[in-house]
C-alpha cells in the first residue's frame, strides 16, 4: 500500500494517460464554456446597448423637433421638465460661454469615448443621506453657437454585471480546471490502484513464480475482465513452462547419460587399441565428436535455462571479483600458452543479485572467444567498474572484432561469421551469454575497442547488498 500511496499521489500521477484524458476534458470543457457564457454575455450587452442606444436616438431626435419649433427657452423648458422626472433619463444642456446649465447633471462629467459617437461617463447620484457613483451612456449634439445637449440612460445595473462577469468567469475557469485536477487525480488513482495489481502480479511473474495471478475483484468490470484473461494466458503459459521443464529434464536424463556413457566406453576400447594406429585415430576423432555434443548439448540446455527463467529463484548477491578471479585463474594457462596477457581490473563495487554458475560460464565464454580471436602477444582486458549505468563487466581485446552489422547477429544461436569458419566452436558462446543478460535483467552490448572487441554486461548492483548496509 506504501508503493499505492506514493504513485496515487506523487509526481507519477501527472504521467498516467487516465490524469491526462481527465485533464484535457476539463481543460476543453472550461474553454468551450467559458466561450458560451461569454459568447452569450456579449451578444446579451450589444442587445442592451442597441435598446439604450435606440432610446437616446430616439430622445434626442424629438428633443431636436422641440428645438426646431419651440427655439432655445422651449428646448430649455422640456430639459428642465424631463430632469425633474424620477428615471433612468440624465439630461445636460450647457451653454459655457454664458454659463448656462440646465439639467439633472450638475456639471459637464469625464467623458469616455464609445462606438457609433456615444459616450460613458460616471455620475453622482443621492442615495439617502449619501452619494453613489453611477455608470451612464449617452450621446452629445451641438444645438448651435456653442450650445450642447448631454442625453444619457443610467446604465449602472448592466455596468456591474458585466464588471461582476468579467471577475468572476477567470475565477469560475479556474475552479473547474481545480475541480477537473482533483477528479482526475481521483480518477486516475482507483485506476492506478487496479494497474498496480496487474504490473506487481507481472514483476512477480518476471522475477520466476509463474504461480501468480491477477488479482479479480466482484465488480466484473473491464479490468476484470482483462484479468481473467490475462490469468488464463498465464495458466496456459505455466502448462507451456512445466511442460518444456518436463522435457528438459526428459532429454537430460535420457540423452546426456548415453552419451556420456558412448564416451567411457569409446574411451575404454581406445585403451585397448595400439597407440598411433587407425583404429586409435578414429576412436579419438569419435571421443572429439562425442565432446562436441555434449558441449552443444550442456550449452542449449544452459540457454534454455537462462532465456525461460527457471533458476531465477537461485539468485542470490554475487560477487563478481571472485568470479574473475576465478575465470582469470582458469584460463591464465590457456592465455600465456597462445602468448596473451590477461589485464584484470575489477571496481569497487562489484556485487550484484544474480545466479553465480551462469554468470561465471558467460564471462568463460567471453574470455575464450577474446582469446581465440587476440593475435600472439596481444592483451585481454577484465575489468568490472561501477557505471551510471550499472556494474560494467568488460572483456575486451585487441583481434579482429565484429563488424557493427552483424553484432546483433552472432547473438543468435548456431551464427558463426566467415572469419572464424575455421575455428573451433559451436556458434553458441554469445547466445549464451545474451540469454543470461536477459535472466539478470542485463544489458549486453558489443563494441569497437579500436582495434578489437569490447562485450561489456550491465548489471544493477546487488538490493540485498544495500539493504544488509543499511
Not at 422641440?66 to 433612468?88: E, I, P
Not at 559451436?426 to 578489437?452: I, M, R, Y
Amino acid at each position: 500500500m506504501a508503493r499505492l500511496k506514493v504513485i496515487g499521489f506523487g509526481s507519477g500521477l501527472f504521467r498516467t494517460l487516465a490524469f491526462r484524458i481527465v485533464l484535457v476534458y476539463v481543460a476543453v470543457f472550461a474553454l468551450s464554456t467559458g466561450a458560451l457564457i461569454a459568447f452569450t454575455y456579449w451578444n446579451t450587452e450589444r442587445a442592451l446597448d442597441a435598446e439604450t442606444d435606440q432610446t437616446i436616438e430616439a430622445e434626442i431626435a424629438g428633443l431636436q423637433e422641440q428645438y426646431q419649433r419651440l427655439g432655445l427657452n422651449g428646448l430649455a423648458d422640456v430639459v428642465n421638465s424631463r430632469s425633474k422626472r424620477m428615471g433612468q433619463g440624465l439630461y445636460l444642456l450647457s451653454y459655457p460661454a454664458r454659463g448656462l446649465s440646465i439639467g439633472n447633471l450638475d456639471h459637464w462629467p469625464q467623458l469616455e469615448a464609445r462606438g457609433g459617437n456615444f459616450v460613458e461617463f460616471d455620475y453622482q447620484r443621492r442615495s439617502g443621506a449619501d452619494f453613489e457613483t453611477r455608470r451612464a451612456r449617452g450621446k452629445i449634439f451641438a444645438v448651435r453657437g456653442g450650445l450642447l445637449l448631454l442625453v444619457a440612460r443610467d446604465v449602472h445595473e448592466r455596468y456591474e454585471t458585466t464588471r461582476l462577469f468579467t471577475t468572476a468567469l477567470p475565477w469560475t475557469a479556474g475552479l473547474m480546471l481545480m475541480l477537473g485536477l482533483i477528479g482526475g487525480g481521483l480518477v486516475s488513482r482507483n485506476l492506478l490502484v487496479r494497474l498496480e495489481s496487474i504490473n506487481r502480479t507481472s514483476r512477480e511473474i518476471m522475477a520466476g513464480d509463474l504461480s501468480r495471478r491477477v488479482p479479480v475483484t466482484s465488480a466484473r468490470d473491464e479490468y476484470d475482465t482483462l484479468a481473467d484473461n490475462l490469468n488464463q494466458m498465464l495458466e496456459r503459459i505455466e502448462r507451456l513452462m512445466r511442460g518444456m521443464r518436463d522435457v528438459t529434464d526428459s532429454i537430460a536424463h535420457d540423452l546426456r547419460s548415453p552419451l556420456n556413457r558412448l564416451r567411457n566406453r569409446l574411451e575404454s576400447v581406445l585403451r585397448h587399441v595400439p597407440p598411433d594406429t587407425d583404429e586409435s585415430h578414429e576412436i579419438e576423432a569419435a571421443i572429439s565428436e562425442t565432446d562436441r555434443l555434449i558441449g552443444t548439448f550442456n550449452a542449449l540446455l544452459l540457454i534454455a535455462e537462462a532465456e525461460t527463467g527457471t533458476v531465477r529463484e537461485t539468485m542470490t548477491a554475487v560477487d563478481l571479483k571472485a568470479i574473475i578471479h576465478d575465470m582469470t585463474e582458469l584460463y591464465e594457462p590457456v592465455a600465456e600458452e597462445k602468448g596473451v596477457k590477461l589485464d584484470v581490473v575489477a571496481g569497487a563495487v562489484t556485487v550484484i543479485d544474480g545466479n553465480k554458475s551462469l554468470i561465471s560460464q558467460a564471462l568463460a565464454n567471453l574470455i575464450d572467444n577474446a582469446i581465440k580471436y587476440t593475435p600472439p602477444g596481444g592483451r585481454v582486458s577484465i575489468s568490472a567498474p561501477l557505471t551510471s549505468r550499472g556494474v560494467a563487466l568488460s572483456v575486451a581485446d585487441n583481434g579482429p572484432g565484429i563488424p557493427a552489422e552483424d553484432r546483433a547477429r552472432v547473438l543468435e544461436r548456431f551464427v558463426r561469421l566467415e572469419a572464424s569458419r575455421n575455428s573451433p566452436g559451436l556458434g553458441l558462446g554469445l547466445s549464451l551469454v545474451s540469454a543470461v543478460a536477459h535472466l539478470h535483467d542485463a544489458k549486453f552490448e558489443l563494441a569497437d575497442n579500436t582495434p578489437g572487441l569490447k562485450a561489456t554486461l550491465y548489471f544493477r548492483p546487488s538490493v540485498r547488498r544495500q539493504i544488509g548496509k543499511g
